[in-house]
Nanobody
Framework: QVLLVESGGGLVQAGGSLRLSCAAS????????MGWFRQAPGKEREFVAA????????YYAESVKGRFTISRDNAKNTVYLQMNSLKPEDTAVYYC??????????????????WGQGTQVTVSS
């Protein structure tokens, strides 16, 4: 099991930036990939971005491409989500996710076996 703790959420004006962090502990030696999802009130949880734990492959939702960047620091067992040019529609609770097995799909939440508690991101217009 991988324990995930997110930080970095907050309130920002439209056009601003935030950086989310997700620190992993526990069975990090078995990590295959980590990702970020978000859930706005009344909506389903949706994929934002993902990164393989080895190599340099990254994956993004179309809605955040060119604005968000996912990165990792293996030495710190931490994944980051740099969010630039934020829009009010980016407002949501952001969740960090991890999986310890290989899958070629990064979009579906069911393909991740561990989740963080979530951090609120609010973008004001």
């Amino acid at each position: 099991q991988v324990l995930l703790v997110e930080s970095g959420g907050g309130l920002v004006q439209a056009g601003g930036s935030l950086r989310l962090s997700c620190a992993a502990s526990g069975s990090t030696f078995s990590l295959d990939a980590m990702g970020w999802f978000r859930q706005a009130p009344g909506k389903e949880r949706e994929f934002v971005a993902a990164i393989r734990w080895s190599g340099y492959s990254t994956y993004y939702a179309e809605s955040v491409k060119g604005r968000f960047t996912i990165s990792r620091d293996n030495a710190k067992n931490t994944v980051y989500l740099q969010m630039n040019s934020l829009k009010p529609e980016d407002t949501a609770v952001y969740y960090c996710a991890a999986r310890t097995y290989y899958s070629d799909n990064y979009v579906f939440a069911r393909n991740y076996n561990d989740w963080g508690q979530g951090t609120q991101v609010t973008v004001s217009s």
